[in-house]
């Protein structure tokens, strides 16, 4: 078990050694002042094995500090003692040319220097050898850092952001508990069973062995039939909520398969019902494994550079998207989800192995005692979930979806204390929390907030409260030529159940009467509306609800509010959503979000469709 356990603890620390690797090419760069994401004074895309090339007169963007060493005393002397004047050189060079040799499969980077033997130029390990070993052409590679190289290209997937190997690391040893706890669960499950034959071998005993076995056979196989129709139910129904919502619905579908691994454990406990303990562990494996399956390409999304994809988003008049491609600036790998998903499974593959003979001499050192095998299943499912939890916050999304879009702007728009109104004049932009600080805080297994639900933001035109007249001024005047258009009032289509009275009660301690008025507005979204018109909307939207909770929180009387009590109020949402919305593009994408077009906001169904008119005085010519 031992020898296991070393070699977990050998891959483990190679993981930290790529993590390493891949970062020491990104320090090199910016100790010298240069962006690796930026593309501004290298030769990227790269091959496998090339040169980055930097001149003094190419120099402009590198600070003071960084090109103070290359000074007059270096500008008086080659690289190999000599002077400039002893041989040819380009002329309007104050200073001898940089090389570096980079490969970026491994993102190694290391200088160059000029050797006068070879007439080379090499690296600091080729210059430590002696005469006669650099002409016949320099050292060999040694054994470890050919397996370093081997590993690395058949287990760690090429254009991954560092993320990813703090996510492998956590991986590895979520991967290799679960495979000890299914060895305990398969040894219970066959434990039970036996018990099972045991309780029933007096009125068997008459029809022989072979009775048994039939018996046997019969349950084991029927056990695995609900888990089928509860996976196919399962799949049905929660589909499209996968997508938008990985990461917490992965890790809840790791406390799904714990509970299966206990009802596998409990058929060892209670053998007489091991048909039905076993049909139901079966079926909630079948759905955490579903879920597992069904999100890992969501996740596997988030690994990818952001430069490898749109690296700017430039806001005009028309708000249009300026992609990286157009810069020069897409580096070498470009879509590679399938490397990403191909050397996921290889590393599961290599650890399960472990993982599976590390259990199989768990069991036999723990026997068939219950205390034994509940203590050893509760250590290590815990220790599971653990792992588990560091996974999913070891993920990065750069992609909004609604409930990190409303995380975002909620902190965009500050708040009048006088009034508690939003300000958005005053909007500062440069709130934005990037993409880590947001995986830090979001949640991972609680649903989120309630105003930050789509149910809650989105809805139809006939969700509260509307007359022909205000409907006519909502979209010919105040939402003219949007996609949208902001309602206010109750929800008549959806009663307020337990959690709306709970809530209430909440406002009630806090002192505060009546309904949340944040509650009483909502989004109709066209039925040709994207993803920029639901940033734009949502953005309206929070603006909306601080201006209503400023005027009308506390009064008892703001259910009788309806739409055409607020068209001030809808002004000045839109007027304040006009402004802000074109700098809350271009902080995005500096702050490293990636452009709303690529945004995993989910399905909203509840639409409407209209006439857009358009106001042709505004129109660009």
Not at 42 to 55: D, E, G, H, Q, R
Not at 97 to 110: A, H, P, T
Not at 432 to 460: C, M, N, W, Y
Request: charged letters at 25%; one cysteine or more.
């Amino acid at each position: 078990m031992w020898v296991f356990v070393w070699l977990l603890a050998t891959l483990r620390s190679l993981c930290h050694g790529f993590e390493g690797i891949a970062t020491s090419r990104r320090d090199v760069l910016n100790k010298h002042g240069l962006n690796p994401a930026a593309g501004e004074g290298s030769s990227f895309p790269l091959p496998k094995t090339t040169v980055f090339v930097a001149s003094s007169s190419d120099l402009s963007h590198v600070p003071d500090h960084c090109r103070a060493s290359n000074g007059a005393g270096a500008a008086s002397m080659r690289l190999d003692g000599t002077s400039p004047s002893d041989e040819w050189s380009a002329p309007g060079l104050s200073s001898p040319v940089e090389l570096y040799n980079c490969n970026i499969r491994y993102d190694v980077r290391s200088a160059l220097t000029y050797d006068p033997v070879t007439e080379r130029y090499l690296d600091a390990g080729e210059l430590k050898l002696d005469k006669k070993k650099r002409l016949r052409g320099g050292k060999r590679k040694s054994i470890i850092r050919k397996c370093r190289q081997s590993l690395h290209k058949n287990f760690v997937p090429e254009g991954v952001t560092p993320s990813y190997y703090r996510f492998m690391r956590w991986r590895i040893l979520q991967r290799f508990m679960n495979a000890n706890v299914h060895v305990i669960g398969t040894q219970s499950l066959l434990m039970g069973l036996r018990g099972m034959q045991r309780s029933t071998v007096v009125s068997a005993a008459a029809k022989g062995g072979a009775a048994l076995g039939a018996v046997a056979a019969t349950n084991w196989v029927l056990k695995d039939t609900l888990g089928k129709l509860v996976r196919m139910a399962w799949a049905s129904k929660m589909g499209r909520k996968f997508d938008s919502d990985a990461k917490r619905w992965r890790y809840r579908a790791c406390f799904i398969y714990a509970l299966g691994n206990g009802l596998e454990v409990s058929t060892y406990l209670h053998p007489r019902f091991f048909l039905v303990l076993a049909m139901l562990a079966n079926s909630c494996k079948q759905v955490s494994m579903l879920t597992s399956s069904a999100t890992r390409n969501a996740l596997y999304n988030s690994f990818r550079r952001m430069d490898d994809d749109v690296d700017t988003v430039g806001t005009g008049s028309n708000s249009t998207l300026k992609s990286s491609i157009n810069g020069g600036r897409r580096r070498g790998v470009v879509e590679n989800i399938g490397d990403i998903t191909a050397k996921g499974e290889a590393q599961i593959a290599v650890v399960d192995l472990l993982g599976i003979a590390s259990g199989i001499c768990l069991s036999r050192a723990i026997g068939v005692s219950v205390q034994n095998v509940l203590t050893v299943w509760s250590v290590l499912q815990l220790g599971e979930i653990y792992c588990m939890y560091h996974e999913i916050r070891s993920i990065v999304y750069q992609t909004l979806n609604f409930e990190r879009m409303y995380t975002v702007l909620g902190r965009l728009l500050p708040v009048d204390d006088e009034s508690g109104s939003a300000n958005g004049e005053s909007c500062c932009c440069d709130r934005i929390p990037t993409p880590d600080q947001i995986a830090a805080e979001e949640k991972v297994f609680l649903p989120p907030d309630h105003l930050g639900r789509k149910e809650i933001a989105f809805g139809s035109a006939g969700r509260s409260v509307l007359s022909p007249g205000e409907l006519d001024v909502l979209i010919r005047d105040v939402f003219r030529g949007e996609r949208f258009f902001l309602a206010v009032g109750a929800d008549e289509k959806n009663k307020r159940g337990l959690s709306a009275r709970f809530r209430q009660m909440l406002r009630q301690k806090k002192g505060l009467s009546g309904l949340d008025p944040q509650e009483q507005c909502h989004i109709v979204l066209h039925a040709e509306a994207d993803n920029l018109d639901i940033l734009k909307s949502c953005l309206a939207l929070c603006v909306l609800r601080q201006r209503l909770v400023g005027k009308f929180d506390g009064g008892d009387n703001f259910e009788n509010i309806r739409t055409r009590d607020c068209i001030a109020d809808l002004r000045y949402a839109k007027a304040n959503s006009d402004v802000i919305f074109p700098q809350l593009l271009d902080q995005l994408t500096r702050q490293g979000w990636r452009p709303p077009l690529r945004s995993m906001l989910g399905r909203v169904s509840a639409r409407a469709e209209w006439t857009i008119a358009i106001d042709y005085d505004n129109t660009d010519s």
